[in-house]
T-cell receptor
Framework: AQKITQTQPGMFVQEKEAVTLDCTYDTSDQSYGLFWYKQPSSGEMIFLIYQGSYDEQNATEGRYSLNFQKARKSANLVISASQLGDSAMYFCAMMRDIIQGAQKLVFGQGTRLTINP | EAQVTQNPRYLITVTGKKLTVTCSQNMNHEYMSWYRQDPGLGLRQIYYSMNVEVTDKGDVPEGYKVSRKEKRNFPLILESPSPNQTSLYFC????????????FGDGTRLSIL
């Protein structure tokens, strides 16, 4: 079974600083995908970034990058130059690579990030 | 604009009164899914659909029904809601494929009294 662990329930960061949100995962699969989602206080779930287990380069999307260390089974999200609007709950999630089936996302418990002015 | 639209966004209702939460996507996605989010339990999959007329149970299907008569719509039906179904519900969609990012609706906050 897949499991995602986010060990930081909450983080407080000064505006403009970079922040790293931790995510470790457990799976016996060789092929899988890792995702990060952002959930603002308004409640919606926003897709941020994706990393495939066979991707050799770390994924980047604007100010977001994913620090993928396969041997350590970690997929940390790095937000550069944080902004007040980055304050939200952040979820790490995993999906198995299967030909037929649920395409189910397994989520971690989330990290609440607060950006201070 | 590409989006997943859920309605209603908020609903307070009473035990036993049938309700339907609608979900519609305009991205021609084959795959659609429902999740519920609860404090301490995270997000859990309720039902999913890989295409029209193809649906299957997720991890927590009890008390829910779904249908997929059209590609764009995937309603969630609570035939006899109970207080333990009070939750934040999300519909998600993606292209069918082995690993695809799922795009979520804005969520529906249901309170069953």
């Amino acid at each position: 079974a897949q499991k995602i662990t986010q060990t930081q329930p909450g983080m407080f960061v000064q505006e403009k600083e970079a922040v790293t949100l931790d995510c470790t995962y457990d799976t016996s699969d060789q092929s899988y995908g890792l995702f990060w989602y952002k959930q603002p206080s308004s409640g919606e779930m926003i897709f941020l970034i994706y990393q495939g287990s066979y991707d050799e380069q770390n994924a980047t999307e604007g100010r977001y990058s994913l620090n993928f260390q396969k041997a350590r089974k970690s997929a940390n999200l790095v937000i550069s130059a944080s902004q007040l609007g980055d304050s939200a709950m952040y979820f790490c999630a995993m999906m198995r690579d299967i030909i037929q089936g649920a395409q189910k996302l397994v989520f971690g418990q989330g990290t609440r990030l607060t950006i201070n002015p | 604009e590409a989006q997943v639209t859920q309605n209603p966004r908020y609903l307070i209702t009473v035990t036993g009164k049938k309700l339907t939460v609608t979900c519609s996507q305009n991205m021609n996605h084959e795959y659609m899914s429902w999740y519920r989010q609860d404090p301490g339990l995270g997000l859990r999959q309720i039902y999913y659909s890989m295409n029209v007329e193809v649906t299957d149970k997720g991890d927590v299907p009890e008390g829910y029904k779904v249908s997929r008569k059209e590609k764009r719509n995937f309603p969630l039906i609570l035939e006899s809601p109970s207080p333990n179904q009070t939750s934040l519900y999300f519909c998600a969609s993606s292209h069918r494929g082995r690993i695809q990012p799922q795009h979520f609706g804005d969520g529906t906050r249901l309170s069953i009294l």
